[in-house]
């Protein structure tokens, strides 16, 4: 009898090399962006939030370069953390521009798990990265919840005459992150 490449759990190399230069790749632009938006977001008051949220951001995008590297079912876990921690980050924004862009992007991100899950399913490679992905949401979540109460880092005042731009991160505009800030700016402005 005759088993096709995917039921022998063989498959072309170059297909492997592809998807694990594609995650290595995606992987650390993900972590450097949200390093970026780190360094921004303190900068522009945004504080714990901005800290909590990149380095989320930061380890999804190493479990991205590290999954591209690594056996089964470790490999299943981390791109299960990674892809749909990114999904969930790409829909959540409630901006319509985001959402042009972050459902196509959310849909090409969760076909690539299934593609991962199809090449060589059991139950533990399944079981690891069902359990990762819904802790990448319950992660975002529990950040959405918390933010209001996250201690502020207040940024110093601009010289008189100067104008400085700041960056939010995450953005004042995304969907659970909506007024916070503005709670971040008064409560500064309490304290000064």
Not at 77 to 89: E, S, Y
Not at 148 to 167: D, F, T, Y
């Amino acid at each position: 009898m005759i088993q096709s490449r995917l039921e022998t759990g063989t498959t072309h190399p170059w297909r492997k090399a592809v998807g694990s230069i594609a995650a290595a790749g995606f992987g650390a632009y993900i972590a450097l962006t949200s390093l970026v938006g780190i360094l921004l977001g303190v900068q522009a008051g945004d504080g714990w939030l901005a800290i909590i949220y990149g380095t989320l951001g930061i380890s999804m995008g190493l479990a991205g370069v590290v999954g591209a590297f690594v056996g089964r079912p470790l490999r299943s876990a981390l791109l299960g953390w990674f892809l749909v921690g990114i999904a969930t980050r790409a829909v959540v924004v409630g901006d319509l521009v985001f959402l042009i862009v972050g459902v196509p992007v959310a849909v090409v991100l969760l076909a690539a798990l299934v593609v991962e899950l199809s090449i060589r399913g059991s139950a533990a490679n399944t079981l690891w990265c069902f359990a990762s992905a819904a802790s990448s949401v319950v992660a975002f979540a529990l950040l959405a919840v918390a933010a209001p109460h996250l201690p502020v880092i207040c940024p110093s005042l601009p010289a008189a005459g100067k104008s400085v731009l700041r960056i939010s991160y995450p953005l004042d505009t995304e969907f659970p992150f909506q007024g916070i800030a503005v709670l971040y700016f008064e409560r500064c402005a309490e304290e000064r």
